[in-house]
């Protein structure tokens, strides 16, 4: 299986500071990595597709990079309403695997 | 618009089946892939498999022989059997719609799954 390490596993940010959440594959998946958002309380949300297309309706403050076999998501300027938990989710081949995921929190 | 909604039982008692059903409406599942993900106490997440559009299914390997996905087409929605269930699989069970691999973009509000005696 592919394993997909995400780190920082927690973090704290203030307001409008800029956030980067990062996954390492084990191996090659190409562009086959999507971000998601889970609020507290709700269902994941797709945030990025395709390594670095951003999902309709996502706010333009995300973005997804590639450099080898580490993806990152940013956040360009923090908002309340970001708080969550973030997960990648690799899907170059079965099984499909997510990420630890990094719950993000106010300072 | 898209809508998914799980239902079945919240509490199952270890060794039994642990069956749940996603009831879609706005979309067929005749088209795309439609998956089942859990999330376990403490965050982790899993993917469990999906069924295609054309009833080709694709599962875990770390599930063996315990998963099966179905689907009835004339009622649009599509099931999760989870056999001999332990402890292990406590989780908030979700349903989901992939348009390409990976990319889940309706997910339904989940229902948590309980497996104690």
């Known amino acids: 299986d592919i394993q997909m390490t995400q780190s920082p596993a927690s973090l704290s940010a203030s307001l409008e500071e800029i956030v980067t959440i990062t996954c390492q594959a084990s191996q090659d998946i190409g562009n086959w990595l999507a971000w998601y958002q889970q609020k507290p309380g709700k269902s994941p949300q797709l945030l990025i597709y395709g390594a670095t297309s951003l999902a309709d309706g996502v706010p333009s403050r995300f973005s997804g990079s590639r450099s080898g076999t580490q993806y990152s998501l940013k956040i360009s300027r923090l908002q309340v309403e970001d708080i969550g938990i973030y997960y990648c989710l690799q899907a170059y081949s079965a099984p499909w695997t997510f990420g630890g995921g990094t719950k993000l929190e106010l300072k | 618009e898209v809508q998914l909604q799980e239902s079945g039982p919240g509490l199952v008692k270890p060794s039994q089946s642990l069956s749940l059903t996603c009831s879609v409406t706005?979309?067929?599942?005749?088209?795309?892939?439609w998956g089942w993900i859990r999330k376990f106490p403490g965050n982790k997440m899993e993917w469990m498999g999906y069924i295609s559009y054309s009833g080709s299914t694709s599962y875990n390997p770390s599930l063996k022989s315990r998963i099966s996905i179905t689907r009835d087409t004339s009622k649009n929605q599509f099931f999760l059997q989870l056999n001999s269930v332990t402890t292990e699989d406590t989780a908030t069970y979700y349903c989901?719609?992939?348009?390409?691999?990976?990319?889940?973009?309706?997910w339904g509000q989940g229902v948590m799954v309980t497996v104690s005696s």
């Open positions: 706005g979309y067929s599942i005749t088209s795309n892939y």
């Open positions: 989901a719609r992939s348009l390409i691999r990976g990319t889940f973009d309706y």
